[in-house]
């Protein structure tokens, strides 16, 4: 997202933060998911309600009148706050609702103390992604409709899984919106830590790492980064050695595979 819409994704989010705490939260992510599926099929309707060239009082009152019988009040308000707003791109709408959805459905989740669960979850489905061919193209195949990619996503998931886990894994397969599968599982992840006020770091090791080596680790990511962070760490004899840390949009490689690398570019000129 460029800078207007992420503006207007952070105004938003303020205004779920602000919804009392007796509202149903998960049932409030689940209406802002049907929201933007619905406004990601139907083309003219997502056009006039994201177009900052209309009237905001005619975006307001015609998504209203459209969701106000599909969709509880709270639901309404958000997407009515959120199609006053100036969105770079109309699709931009679309994933913030999607977004706002995700952080309804991980609030109810923290409340219900399944947060860890599902998180740990997310991040399980992901590297069974990274690991299966058959999944990366089973689940990303335009061709295959979305119904059947999340009986996939339901099929594969412990019969244990949260109720978190399964509806925003369900629902982002279905929805990726040209985007990689494994970028929108980790945003998953980032929005579940981001719950807690954590951030995630992705770190890939070429054998485990001892307790003593996890918390130095996290000690100097958490200073670097000012807040707390945790690790999702995976195996990768790829690496060869060494560290390949992700958290965020930084990369920070200390492999021995990214220093031969390095040195057979030197080498070449």
């Known amino acids: 997202m460029l800078g207007s819409s992420r503006d207007a994704l952070a105004l938003c989010g303020g205004a779920l ?55 509880g009040i709270a639901a309404t308000e ?16 679309v994933l913030a609702l999607e977004e706002l959805g995700a952080q309804a ?26 690991q299966s061919a058959d ?49 929108v599982i980790s945003r998953l992840g980032d929005l579940a830590a981001a719950q807690r006020q954590r951030m995630v770091a992705q770190v890939r090791v070429a054998k485990p790492l001892s307790q003593d080596q996890t918390q130095r680790l996290v000690a100097v990511l958490s200073s670097l980064k000012g807040s707390e962070v945790r690790l999702n760490v995976g195996l990768d004899p790829e690496v060869l050695g060494g560290i390949h840390v992700v958290i965020g949009d930084e990369v920070i490689d200390g492999t021995v595979a990214s220093r031969l690398e390095q040195a057979h570019r030197a080498i070449l000129g």
Do not use: C
């Open 17 to 71: 933060e602000q919804l009392s705490g007796e509202v149903n939260r998960a049932e409030i992510g689940s209406e802002l998911f049907s929201i933007a599926a619905l406004l990601d099929s139907e083309n003219v309707l997502r056009l006039v309600l994201a177009d900052s060239g209309q009237g905001v009082e005619i975006r307001k009152s015609l998504a209203a009148e459209v969701f106000g019988t599909r969709v």
């Open 135 to 183: 999944l990366q193209m089973a689940l990303t195949n335009p061709a295959t409709v979305g119904s059947s990619k999340s009986a996939i996503v339901a099929e594969l998931l412990h019969t244990n899984a949260t109720s978190a886990t399964r509806e925003l894994l369900e629902y982002a397969v279905s929805h990726l919106h040209g985007r990689r599968l494994d970028s």
């Open 105 to 130: 459905i991980l609030t109810a989740a923290q409340n219900e103390n399944t947060l860890d669960a599902t998180e740990e979850e997310i991040f399980l489905f992901g590297r069974a992604v990274d």
């Open 78 to 93: 958000l997407l009515v706050i959120a199609v006053a707003q100036r969105w770079s791109e109309d699709v931009d709408l």
